[in-house]
């Protein structure tokens, strides 16, 4: 990973990632191989993981995320190298799916890279949650 930082390869894979997955859901699945894992959340929620292509193709297109607006500009992209030259990578911000509210998510992917050329990626690892913000936060800031 001499050429490109993990910062480039994060970013890059985020604006694909999102432009993607708002435009063509369907194709989503391509970003992942058969060992990947998905877990995708609501609030407090435990979820099980799905695991393999199918499965991941199933749970995105449940999603409902086409046409949806991911807004990260008011939010983060953090990226870390990990062991075997793999990329860590969190986003935080805000998701607007059609005829809905703003809602704010967290998504942490593990980029892996790819056998055949090292310098490509795939999603090995993708955890995507729906922050709920409690109603006792709320009604405290109402209150001051």
Do not use: H, W
Request: net charge neutral; charged share 20%; hydrophobic share 35%.
């Amino acid at each position: 990973m001499a050429q490109m930082t993990v910062e480039v390869v994060g970013k890059q894979f985020v604006r694909k990632y999102y432009k993607m997955c708002s435009d063509e859901p369907e194709n989503l699945y391509r970003f992942y191989q058969n060992e990947s894992q998905l877990v995708y959340g609501e609030g407090s929620g435990e979820v099980e993981p799905v695991t393999g292509i199918e499965g991941i193709k199933s749970k995105i297109n449940s999603r409902g995320c086409k046409g949806a607006e991911f807004n990260i500009a008011s939010g983060t992209l953090d990226a870390q190298p990990t062991m075997n030259n793999g990329v860590m990578v969190m986003v935080t911000g805000t998701i607007t799916k059609k005829d809905d509210q703003a809602r704010q998510f967290v998504q942490s992917f593990f980029l892996a890279p790819q056998e055949k050329n090292p310098k490509s990626f795939f999603v090995l690892n993708d955890t995507f949650r729906i922050v709920e913000t409690p109603a006792v936060v709320i009604s405290s800031y109402a209150s001051t």
